[in-house]
């Protein structure tokens, strides 16, 4: 079955940087595109960041743009997310997320998620 | 940007009573709308795709329905585990915006 386990995520200073990774399994990583989607404390759904199955196409949010960054490692089945100059408004649960649709740019809709990892931004 | 906006923001229902939610866009997306559920402390499970199409293991009381800017989640007769906060999100302008509705909580009357 899909599995998608996030680790990385912490306590960090305004300011600071951090990366979180997503290891997955139970599905051809490597075919598909993939996604991270956060949830600030008490909030709703807000789409973080896109990289195609092969790492070559990227997208941001704006709210992100030139502050983190999308990777993979297709052998490792790991993805990634880099982010600098966090700011308090990053606080929250960050999840990696499946692409329902196979190659190209998929549909941009997600069939999985991992259980998410919790960023705080605080001094 | 195209905003989503749901409503009721929340629900009371008791169970086995229908309930339906609703999901406006400020544009149309055509059928490119996804709904999801969020028990708490747990990641989204995708319910619906293409507006009206069940994902995987969806139960039939699920149904989506909508086209343009307008689109509702019914869920036809509620079970106990059905108490959640629904989530719509489209699709339409992939790449590269992908946006969330505030959500819609179902609670227990």
């Known amino acids: 079955q899909v599995q998608l386990v996030e680790s990385g995520g912490g306590v960090v200073q305004p300011g600071g940087s951090l990366r979180l990774s997503c290891a997955a399994s139970g599905f051809t990583f490597s075919s598909y595109g993939m996604h991270w989607v956060r949830q600030a404390p008490g909030k709703g759904l807000e789409w973080v960041a896109f990289?195609?199955?092969?790492?070559?196409?990227?997208y941001y949010a704006d709210s992100v743009k030139g502050r983190f960054t999308i990777s993979r490692d297709n052998s490792k089945n790991t993805l990634y997310l880099q982010m600098n100059s966090l700011r308090a408004e990053d606080t929250a649960v960050y999840y990696c997320?499946?692409?329902?649709?196979?190659?190209?740019?998929?549909?941009?809709?997600?069939?999985?998620w991992g259980q998410g990892t919790l960023v705080t931004v605080s001094s | 940007e195209i905003v989503m906006t749901q409503s009721p923001a929340t629900l009371s229902v008791s169970p086995g009573e229908r309930a339906t939610l609703s999901c406006r866009a400020s544009?149309?997306?055509?059928?490119?709308l996804a709904w999801y559920q969020q028990k708490p402390g747990q990641a989204p499970r995708l319910l619906i795709y293409g507006a009206s199409t069940r994902a995987t293991g969806i139960p039939a009381r699920f149904s989506g329905s909508g086209s343009g800017t307008e689109f509702t989640l019914t869920i036809s007769s509620l079970q106990s585990e059905d108490f959640a906060v629904y989530y719509c999100?489209?699709?339409?302008?992939?790449?590269?915006?992908?946006?969330f509705g505030g959500g819609t909580k179902v609670e227990i009357k």
């Open positions: 990289i195609r199955y092969d790492g070559s196409n990227k």
């Open positions: 544009q149309s997306v055509s059928s490119n």
């Open positions: 997320a499946k692409e329902r649709s196979s190659g190209w740019l998929g549909r941009g809709y997600f069939d999985y």
């Open positions: 999100q489209q699709y339409n302008n992939w790449p590269p915006s992908l946006t």
